[in-house]
């Protein structure tokens, strides 16, 4: 299990390295890029940027200066707003964020995985026809247009809860539904998927042979092996709720980093724009090593592997 | 039945009697053009691309009104659907039924395209990387996992910000970074079919490399090839129309389904149409996509046990 | 005492291409204690038969017509409830591949413990001193370590071993092994056909062994049937079989395999043509398209069974038992295994 982890490790920060560099590259080095074009900033923050960024020093020292700022966590000051930097910024909008997706990325787990379950056990009959005909709609449908329409029959027009804003749970639940509507529906096909495959394993078959029962099969037998896959798309599904949020915070007009973000691109606050994105990098990245982590501890294949092969 | 003496006379069992009995062999293809018909929804998922293309391409042909006639007179303006305005108009009065059809083309254009370059990309890179194995398989996969690992719509978004939108930056951006899956999926049938006996078979019969890999590897990797290519059709138009709907889209007057929906929000309290139908367009095109992926991956899924 | 008795089971498929005909007739008896071998090539329908009186048949699946009596009740005819208390207590069934036959994630420990708490109630230390025994009885060395382990720390032998402790923990009366060695080395297939015997003789324990390959039965059983596109066509004590065969379809089993011993240069001798169809099986005799003797009645009828002359116990279903081939058969002698 410790290859497993360190081999997981050293890719973590391969792959942090390489966004690092990807972003500095695209902002600095790109001849028409936003630090290179001549644009008419006001002299107050053109002199900031230029004590800050040393933007006449070469172009090396400008990536070892950027490396060490961000080591130091100094994400540097907004392009656009006068007083306030990036990290002031991602301190405001984050927990925000955070609230909605962890809510967002429950109502996917606690919803989809039952429903993947049940559909895989009733196979061919109603219950998983019509689960899957609604997964594959809710795979289909993009979150800013779910989002479009829950506004517009729930708070709109039947005025059950509110358009907009954020503090009070009543203004949590259309936001939330909005971003789980496809995590949620790729989760329950996967789930079924990946059960309907373990209940065709030959171990299943040994596990009646015992003399099992059909309940106590699935639940003890079935059951691990099956969510194992579902615990390897944990990383892809925050991913999707992270990202869903740049929309779907603009939609509601809550006050969360997603929307600051889309904010930063509509004004092109590049510092803004650079920033957020090396910290959502790091934040999916590190996740990810998270979840890579839970899948060796699950597997007893990882745990108690000396190969570590996945 | 009495058994009659002359019942006992022996007959000639020949090869043909002995295989009488086997079912008659059906090619790999036309068995699952026959499992892909007998699926209803993906048929009607096919039937919807066929419509949604045909609408693309002809459809603003036979419409009275172009995308751009603006008519700012206040009974021109946000007009309800009507027999005059199939899906009323916008903010400028433009017919919103028209601008609609030649959305499609931009839409769909641009999941088409985006998938042809992540086609393109991965059945390179992953043909290449299953097909010599060994330690250019290794580095070519260890570039892929690093790959993997960055989230791929922010790097999209940072293309875009940085190469400024427009509809070749987005089909190129898009294509540059999705094509990582089909790679994946390319190098693991290539992977699984060296391995396979009929391979070896003909290495053992000493068929050249070349002809190994163009007569055998490919022709047996389509399938999937194609059920991954036309699964990122979906994923395309939906990156589009996110990208729009942040502002990094493509550029006016060009108007895609998804800057259609993000002008439709800003109406959406009383004009809620100028969302919908846009907005209906993107739902009706990815579910037709994705059923008939669906479909397309079952049906070439090789039938095993049975 | 009779422990077992199969009586004219049908068992068939219904795939979307039609009802696959996979057990269509099968009838045999096993005793307390014996030992008897059900061979036949892939396909032939002897899994399914063992599977069928489990009673793990699943859809598309489905047992059409027939009796097994077990121990007095018909299995047919008993509740899911009922076959969980007779699956894994009084028969136990051990399958083909050791690899993916046992549960990744648990430990063999929750795997062993499992039967012993369902059907004898055994828990905590008690199940755990029991299965380090069951491991001992099996064979596998340091049991106490190696209850914690998982599957995949185990080799391919061991790993049947611990199937068969599994299968073993509750003290059936009756084992079905489905080709227990197939996915074996040679050498560790006569190891686990040893452990088999001791432990028929130790218990007293009837086996029903299914394989494809006829080496493995003599060592084994002492009854043998012969399947064939799921239909029973020759029977009998071992010995008879094995050197007076009836049926062509054995005669063609037991002059395919390579004999070691074998000085003459002689030809391997395949048998012409494929396994039938199961969705359309022949009329007549299934064997009859391949088979170098057919006549023209094996072509229109099944064959019943019949006694081969005053062997006691020997049976075979085919149509040169008949006393109407008896004129015929000078014709279609031609060298083939004497009769």
Redesign the interface.
Known sequence: MLRYLIRRLVSMLIVLWVIVTVTFALMHAIPGGPFTAEKALPPSIQKNLEARYHLNDPLLKQYFDYLKNLLRWDLGPSFKYEGRTVNDIINEGFPVSAQLGLVAVAISLLVGIPTGIISALCRNRWQDNVAMFLATIFVSVPNFILASVLMLVFALKLRWFPAAMWGEPSQVVLPALSLTGFPTAFISRLTRSSMVEVMEQDYIRTARAKGLSRSAVVIKHALKNALIPVVTYLGPLLAAILTGSFVVENIFAIPGLGRHFVTSIYNRDYTVILGVTVFYSVLLVVLNFIVDLTYAIIDPRIKFSDTGKE | ?E?????????E?S?E???????PATTYWRDAWRRLRQNR?AMIGLAVIVILFSLAIFGPLFSPYSYSDQDLTPTGINQPPSLKHWFGTDALGRDLFVRVLYGARISLSIGVFASLIILVIGVTYGGISGYFGGKIDNVMMRIV???Y???T???V???M???KPGLKNIMIAIGATYWIGMARIVRGQILSLKEQDYAMAAVALGASRRRILFRHLIPNSIGPIIVTATLSI?EAI?TE??LS????GVAAPMASWGVL?SEG?NG??SY?WQ??FP?LA??LA??AF??FG?GLRDALDPWMR? | MMLLSVSDLHTSFFTYAGEVKAVDGVSFSIEEGEAVALVGESGCGKSVTALSIMGLINPPGKILSGSIDFGGRNLLGLSERELQRIRGNEIGMIFQDPMTSLNPVLSIEAQLMEGLRLHQGLRGRAARKRAVELLEMVGIPSPAQRLKQYPHQFSGGMRQRVMIAMALSCQPKLLIADEPTTALDVTIQAQIFELMKDLQSRFGMAIILITHDLGVVAGLARKIYVMYAGRIVESGPVDRVYYKPKHPYTWGLLGSVPRLDDTAKRRLVPIKGQPPDLLAPPSGCAFSPRCRYAMKICLLERPAFSACGDEVGHEVACWLEHPGAASVLPRLADGGVAR
């Open positions: 039945m058994a009659r003496a002359e019942l006992f006379q022996p007959i069992p090869e009697v002995a295989y009488a009995f086997a079912r929804m996992d690093v790959l690992g960055i989230p719509l922010l790097i978004i940072l293309l910000v940085v190469f979906p939906f129309a996110f709907f942040i502002g990094l929906a929000l959406l309290r809620p969302l919908l907005g993107i739902c990815m579910l994705n059923f669906d049975r």
